[in-house]
């Protein structure tokens, strides 16, 4: 069993160093790499920025995606991210240096002075996305998000959410802008509060991250009524989008990597591209599947637009809450 | 329910006990035992650095290993309380208490022992607690929102004046500035940044393990070379197995017998609920043991009840905290979040389905624990020798290897070089707390408590749209209230009733 895993394994291995080189001629890029990369996870051990890493990290050296080079992942962690992303962005022109991207990454410059935004990278691809559903309680009276958004017309609704100018808050902004309703909005610290906040009672219904109700909505507890993002995820095929039941918008927190700007040419096309094969492994299918993270990907300047697109959503909802000036 | 709980642990304990698990289970207690050692290396760090490598591992061998190091760094943290008087984590803090002046009296090695005990016995009951009550408790946690949270700390807030020491006046005074310095950071409530000065490094707050390190380490170490510590004879401390005054007396067993099972229990149901925790539990143990002890003013002098009683609930509430994981996927405090994150990457979902997918997983987690502190109990006595020779290290030699752990184990828990500052200032504070007499427990309680109690506070409010009928209405939470109110009351009444003679009593 054991062997015929090496053999496999050696099988891909030779496929991938194969296309690897053939990239490399593409693009004129001589001899890289050629010194150690510094993958640089701006949070600490232990949360989903650090899983992400360091799963795409394991994946691009086992199918030798980095060739004849190391890659070493650190945790830069504090201030939200705005340490980790600040040191890699002043690694202007360097190609041995990468981060993940999280919601983070929009929001940390939005509301504190850091000496970079996501302008300040270039941009390589966006892996998965991280969306949001509406979620109530089982035993609720709303089935639908039409039931919800008629209770809001008509009555007092708590809608809870981690954090105050988080994704939640982002998100129910958002479908209460579009649906022309108003609730009242409650910050929990933790997706652990905020799902005892819903079994609890406490709320009429939360705006949560998949992974972090997945468990309740399998044993059901929880039942989700809308996604936020542009297509249904692929893991929960049965919850529609807001935007197909008619709450036109979208939003979801960008999952990519990104590196310092003014690369030299063709590292950018260079990481798309092996960047490309690493989506393609059972290995990252099996990361989305069990973070409940959806596989719409975006390469390469295309991200960019993304991610300011994405910043400047985030911008308008924190301007309205008043969360910044 | 008996039959039910004997045939699931004996189901854990089938996959537990392999040759495999069991080596993971004695490296998992053995590495949790010295994370535990080391002042500022808490679980949560030691899980987080150790999680690497375990990969290739199988998931529940693993976890097991993990947990191992998750309450085996429940018995390290308080040899080091006990002998250095330096909590390596919140949940020791109560045990320096009685347990450093304990070790002061030149009872190190019944103090270790004792504490050795007690852990063991509140593990142990923890364990038997989960197989009992999972499923029920679990509905139970579930049901706690906000307002009921709010009351539970505030609960924990008012405790906190019965560790105050003499003066209550300095005591509160070290609390308020445990609250000003959890007012640091982003408010959770408005999204608005408080006292950040622009600075993006304080956007996340402070973080309370280097102020807690630099209070207790290094405020101790500096306080001991101002009274010139440093310069005396060093009295050689000899404990053998063989010795007498290496085993606890008859006396410590017969007065604490009851103390150890009153801990464990107010520890567990401390460590369901999630956000409470191994700190509140062993706060709770401690201040109730000392509410209903006839001779209270015996404890902060060296008093082994005043040492088993957080002992006993800070193990017992690292159990507790496993219910709200294992049935929930509500991780309580910082270890059992990184926890969390490993059963993540070995795809196990947490939640309520995690006991319906995962059986072998789940009781073989849980009968590792109860294993686990059998080890523990055997290599913790066994090893008390060796870590009392820590006393007979010149304090010259041992004061720059502290200092070292310290700067250590606080930069490697994000790296930052602003938190090794902010433990170097917090170790000039400490020791001038110390030498003025303010209480550097009391502030380090109220930064972890303080801003849990404003965020549930408000959030109640937000439900309640601004009543505090929210406190009353619901039903746990009006006996939460009526539990607080005769706690604020019933001294005041007593008073009036009796007079001076039982305010006396009640100091």
Redesign the interface.
């Given at each position: 069993m054991k062997m015929q895993k090496n053999v496999v394994t050696l099988a891909a291995l030779m496929t991938f160093a194969a296309s690897a080189s053939v990239v490399q001629a593409d693009n004129g890029l001589e001899g890289y790499p050629e010194k150690t990369l510094n993958y640089i996870v701006a949070f600490?051990?232990?949360?989903g920025n650090?899983?992400m890493s360091?799963t795409l990290v394991d994946i691009i050296n086992q199918y030798d995606l980095y060739p004849g080079q190391d890659i070493v992942v650190?945790?830069?962690?504090?201030?939200?991210g705005?340490?980790g992303f600040?040191h890699v962005s002043r690694q202007e022109g360097n190609p041995y240096f990468a981060t993940s991207t999280s919601g983070n990454f929009i929001s940390?410059p939005l509301?504190?002075?850091?000496d970079w935004d996501y302008s300040d990278f270039t941009p390589i691809g966006l892996l998965a996305s991280d969306a949001m559903f509406l979620v109530v309680s089982t035993d609720s009276d709303y089935q639908t998000v039409d039931d919800f958004v008629e209770a809001a017309t008509s009555g007092?609704i708590?809608v809870g959410g981690t954090?105050?100018?988080g994704p939640s808050?982002v998100v129910a902004s958002l479908f209460a802008e579009e649906a022309g309703i108003e609730f009242?909005y409650?910050?929990?610290?933790t997706g652990?509060?905020m799902?005892?906040?819903l079994?609890?009672?406490?709320?009429h219904a939360i705006v949560a991250n998949p992974?972090e109700v997945?468990?309740?909505m399998?044993?059901g507890?929880f039942r989700a009524l809308a996604y936020s993002d542009q297509e249904r995820s692929s893991v929960y095929p049965d919850i529609p989008t807001f935007s197909e039941l008619g709450y036109d918008f979208t939003f979801s927190l960008p999952r990519g990597v990104v590196m310092p700007a003014n690369l030299p040419d063709g590292v950018q096309a260079w990481w798309v591209d092996a960047l490309q094969q690493a989506v393609e492994t059972p290995e990252w299918n099996?990361y989305l599947e069990?973070?409940s993270l959806s596989g719409n990907y975006i390469w390469g300047d295309e991200f960019g637009s993304y991610l300011e697109s994405t910043s400047d959503v985030y911008e308008g909802i924190?301007r309205e809450?008043?969360?910044i000036n | 329910m008996l039959a039910d709980m004997i045939a699931n642990l004996g189901f854990g304990l089938s996959v537990a006990i392999t040759p495999t698990n069991l080596l993971f289970l004695m490296i998992g207690a053995f590495v949790g035992m010295i994370v535990g050692l080391f002042p500022g290396f808490g679980p949560?760090a030691g899980i987080?650095?150790l999680?690497?490598m375990t990969f290739g591992l199988e998931p529940t061998t693993a976890i097991i290993m993990l947990a191992g190091i998750y309450y085996g760094s429940m018995y390290g943290g308080t040899i080091t309380s006990i002998l250095i008087n330096t909590p390596g984590e919140s949940a020791t803090v109560a045990s320096t208490l009685d347990g450093y002046p304990l070790a002061q009296k030149g009872r190190a090695g019944p103090a270790l022992v004792m504490q050795a005990i007690a852990s063991f016995v509140g593990g142990t009951i923890g364990v038997i607690l989960i197989c009992a009550l999972a499923p029920t408790l679990a509905g139970f946690?579930?049901?706690?929102?906000?307002?009921?949270y709010f009351l539970i700390i505030f609960f924990g807030l008012l405790l906190l004046t019965t560790m105050m020491g003499e003066n209550k006046l300095n005591g509160i005074v070290s609390a308020l500035l445990g609250f000003v310095i959890a007012m640091v950071g982003?408010?959770?409530?408005?999204?608005?940044?408080r006292f950040?000065f622009?600075?993006?490094?304080?956007?996340?707050g402070i973080y309370f393990v280097p102020v807690a390190i630099g209070l207790f380490g290094i405020g101790e170490l500096l306080y001991c070379v101002y009274i010139g510590q440093h310069k005396k004879e060093v009295k050689r401390v000899k404990l053998s197995f063989t010795s007498s005054d290496f085993w606890p007396d008859k006396k410590d067993y017969t007065e604490s017998k009851y103390t150890v099972l009153r801990g464990s229990i107010i520890g567990f149901i401390a460590g369901v609920l999630?956000?409470s925790g191994a700190t509140i539990g062993s706060i709770l143990g401690y201040s109730i043991e000392k509410k209903i002890a006839k001779d209270p003013e015996k404890f902060g002098k060296g008093e082994m009840r005043g040492l088993v009683a957080p002992e006993a609930a800070n193990n017992a509430a690292s159990s507790g905290a496993m219910v709200?994981l294992l049935s929930?996927?509500?991780?309580g405090s910082g270890a059992t979040?990184?926890l969390l994150?490993?059963f993540?990457?070995w795809?196990l979902?947490?939640?309520?389905?995690?006991i319906?997918n995962d059986p072998g997983f789940v009781w073989g987690l849980i009968a590792s624990m109860y294993l686990g502190n059998m080890v523990l109990i055997l290599l913790s006595i066994a090893a008390i020798p060796l870590f009392v020779k820590f006393l007979d290290i010149p304090y010259v030699m041992v004061l720059p290897i502290v200092v070292l752990l310290c700067v250590i184990g606080t930069y490697t828990?994000?790296?930052?070089m602003?938190?090794t500052w902010m433990l170097l200032v917090a170790g000039l504070l400490g020791f001038c707390m110390k030498l003025y007499g303010y209480s550097p427990a009391a502030t380090v309680l109220a930064l972890v408590l303080g801003s849990?109690a404003e965020?549930n506070l408000l959030?109640s409010l937000?439900?309640s749209?601004g009543s505090p009928s929210i406190f009353f209405e619901r039903p746990i939470s009006l006996l939460l209230s009526l539990i607080v109110i005769t706690v604020i009351v019933l001294p005041v009444v007593l008073r009036m009733i009796f007079g001076k003679r039982y305010e006396k009593k009640a100091l």
């Amino acid at each position: 069993m054991k062997m015929q895993k090496n053999v496999v394994t050696l099988a891909a291995l030779m496929t991938f160093a194969a296309s690897a080189s053939v990239v490399q001629a593409d693009n004129g890029l001589e001899g890289y790499p050629e010194k150690t990369l510094n993958y640089i996870v701006a949070f600490g051990p232990g949360g989903g920025n650090n899983l992400m890493s360091r799963t795409l990290v394991d994946i691009i050296n086992q199918y030798d995606l980095y060739p004849g080079q190391d890659i070493v992942v650190e945790n830069r962690a504090g201030g939200s991210g705005a340490i980790g992303f600040g040191h890699v962005s002043r690694q202007e022109g360097n190609p041995y240096f990468a981060t993940s991207t999280s919601g983070n990454f929009i929001s940390t410059p939005l509301i504190s002075s850091t000496d970079w935004d996501y302008s300040d990278f270039t941009p390589i691809g966006l892996l998965a996305s991280d969306a949001m559903f509406l979620v109530v309680s089982t035993d609720s009276d709303y089935q639908t998000v039409d039931d919800f958004v008629e209770a809001a017309t008509s009555g007092r609704i708590l809608v809870g959410g981690t954090g105050a100018a988080g994704p939640s808050r982002v998100v129910a902004s958002l479908f209460a802008e579009e649906a022309g309703i108003e609730f009242e909005y409650l910050p929990a610290g933790t997706g652990g509060e905020m799902v005892t906040a819903l079994t609890s009672g406490s709320v009429h219904a939360i705006v949560a991250n998949p992974s972090e109700v997945s468990g309740q909505m399998e044993a059901g507890n929880f039942r989700a009524l809308a996604y936020s993002d542009q297509e249904r995820s692929s893991v929960y095929p049965d919850i529609p989008t807001f935007s197909e039941l008619g709450y036109d918008f979208t939003f979801s927190l960008p999952r990519g990597v990104v590196m310092p700007a003014n690369l030299p040419d063709g590292v950018q096309a260079w990481w798309v591209d092996a960047l490309q094969q690493a989506v393609e492994t059972p290995e990252w299918n099996a990361y989305l599947e069990t973070n409940s993270l959806s596989g719409n990907y975006i390469w390469g300047d295309e991200f960019g637009s993304y991610l300011e697109s994405t910043s400047d959503v985030y911008e308008g909802i924190l301007r309205e809450i008043g969360a910044i000036n | 329910m008996l039959a039910d709980m004997i045939a699931n642990l004996g189901f854990g304990l089938s996959v537990a006990i392999t040759p495999t698990n069991l080596l993971f289970l004695m490296i998992g207690a053995f590495v949790g035992m010295i994370v535990g050692l080391f002042p500022g290396f808490g679980p949560a760090a030691g899980i987080a650095v150790l999680i690497p490598m375990t990969f290739g591992l199988e998931p529940t061998t693993a976890i097991i290993m993990l947990a191992g190091i998750y309450y085996g760094s429940m018995y390290g943290g308080t040899i080091t309380s006990i002998l250095i008087n330096t909590p390596g984590e919140s949940a020791t803090v109560a045990s320096t208490l009685d347990g450093y002046p304990l070790a002061q009296k030149g009872r190190a090695g019944p103090a270790l022992v004792m504490q050795a005990i007690a852990s063991f016995v509140g593990g142990t009951i923890g364990v038997i607690l989960i197989c009992a009550l999972a499923p029920t408790l679990a509905g139970f946690a579930a049901s706690f929102g906000p307002s009921e949270y709010f009351l539970i700390i505030f609960f924990g807030l008012l405790l906190l004046t019965t560790m105050m020491g003499e003066n209550k006046l300095n005591g509160i005074v070290s609390a308020l500035l445990g609250f000003v310095i959890a007012m640091v950071g982003v408010d959770v409530m408005s999204g608005v940044q408080r006292f950040t000065f622009g600075s993006s490094e304080l956007i996340g707050g402070i973080y309370f393990v280097p102020v807690a390190i630099g209070l207790f380490g290094i405020g101790e170490l500096l306080y001991c070379v101002y009274i010139g510590q440093h310069k005396k004879e060093v009295k050689r401390v000899k404990l053998s197995f063989t010795s007498s005054d290496f085993w606890p007396d008859k006396k410590d067993y017969t007065e604490s017998k009851y103390t150890v099972l009153r801990g464990s229990i107010i520890g567990f149901i401390a460590g369901v609920l999630p956000g409470s925790g191994a700190t509140i539990g062993s706060i709770l143990g401690y201040s109730i043991e000392k509410k209903i002890a006839k001779d209270p003013e015996k404890f902060g002098k060296g008093e082994m009840r005043g040492l088993v009683a957080p002992e006993a609930a800070n193990n017992a509430a690292s159990s507790g905290a496993m219910v709200p994981l294992l049935s929930l996927g509500i991780p309580g405090s910082g270890a059992t979040a990184v926890l969390l994150g490993a059963f993540m990457m070995w795809g196990l979902q947490p939640g309520p389905m995690l006991i319906i997918n995962d059986p072998g997983f789940v009781w073989g987690l849980i009968a590792s624990m109860y294993l686990g502190n059998m080890v523990l109990i055997l290599l913790s006595i066994a090893a008390i020798p060796l870590f009392v020779k820590f006393l007979d290290i010149p304090y010259v030699m041992v004061l720059p290897i502290v200092v070292l752990l310290c700067v250590i184990g606080t930069y490697t828990l994000h790296f930052s070089m602003v938190e090794t500052w902010m433990l170097l200032v917090a170790g000039l504070l400490g020791f001038c707390m110390k030498l003025y007499g303010y209480s550097p427990a009391a502030t380090v309680l109220a930064l972890v408590l303080g801003s849990m109690a404003e965020e549930n506070l408000l959030q109640s409010l937000i439900i309640s749209g601004g009543s505090p009928s929210i406190f009353f209405e619901r039903p746990i939470s009006l006996l939460l209230s009526l539990i607080v109110i005769t706690v604020i009351v019933l001294p005041v009444v007593l008073r009036m009733i009796f007079g001076k003679r039982y305010e006396k009593k009640a100091l």
